[in-house]
């Protein structure tokens, strides 16, 4: 069974740092590019990034570009999600997501709830 | 790319077909020939799920009484006749032009 585990929401001050984590099984993590998706309070999905197989090549969405940093670790099937300079505006559950063949996601984890706030 | 969805509410009695539009501001073909624009349902307090893949391949799972079709810049998704467990929020997504976008969701309740 595919499954998706998040960790590291929590609450931080704007201007502030967070990294969160997502722990990946019941699939072959390193043959798959996986994805960062949040949602804002009561508002709708907007995709956050992707990473390639082997970590090498990544993409952002302009809003976080420069301040977002994606990374996975295959000795842990793990996804990263490096969260500087955050703002208000990145309140949100970041899910992490398997991305698919078909320039979709498949799986998602549960979420994990980031709130900017001072 | 601009996804906009109509209707963004839909009350819909049980039993009763339903359809969802999902307009994109650009078309949503990609270089190989294939269109990469999916639907996603998010049951009140769940996270999304997937449907609809390449505007009409239904993942494993999914009840035929949910299908998608269109084509371009116009695509729908339909479920033939609603269930209580079909009440939700759902999305498209399109996967053809970085970066992927949503729709802005449409809620479907029971009347």
């Known amino acids: 069974e595919v499954q998706l585990m998040e960790s590291g929401g929590g609450l931080v001050q704007p201007g502030g740092s967070l990294r969160l984590s997502c722990v990946a099984s019941g699939f072959a993590f390193g043959n798959y590019w996986m994805s960062w998706v949040r949602q804002a309070p009561g508002k709708g999905l907007e995709w956050v990034a992707n990473i390639n197989t082997d970590g090498s090549a990544t993409v952002y969405v302009d809003s976080v570009k420069g301040r977002f940093t994606t990374s996975r670790d295959y000795t842990k099937n793990s996804l990263y999600l490096q969260m500087n300079s955050l703002t208000a505006e990145d309140t949100a559950v970041y899910y992490c997501a398997r991305a698919t063949g078909e320039n979709s996601v498949d799986y998602w984890g549960q979420g994990t709830l980031v709130t900017v706030s001072s | 790319v601009v996804l906009t969805q109509s209707p963004l509410s839909l009350p819909v009695t049980l039993g009763q077909p339903a359809s969802i539009s999902c307009r994109s501001s650009?078309?949503?073909?990609?270089?190989?020939?294939?269109?990469?624009l999916s639907w996603f349902q998010q049951r009140p307090g769940q996270s999304p799920r997937r449907l609809i893949y390449k505007v009409s391949d239904r993942d494993s799972g999914v009840p035929d009484r949910f299908s998608g079709s269109g084509s371009g810049t116009d695509f729908t998704l339909k479920i033939s006749r609603v269930e209580a467990g079909d009440v939700g929020v759902y999305f498209c997504?399109?996967?053809?032009?970085?970066?992927?976008?949503f729709g802005q969701g449409t809620k479907v309740e029971i009347k």
């Open positions: 997504m399109q996967g053809t032009l970085w970066p992927w976008t």
């Open positions: 650009q078309g949503l073909v990609y270089g190989d020939g294939n269109t990469y």
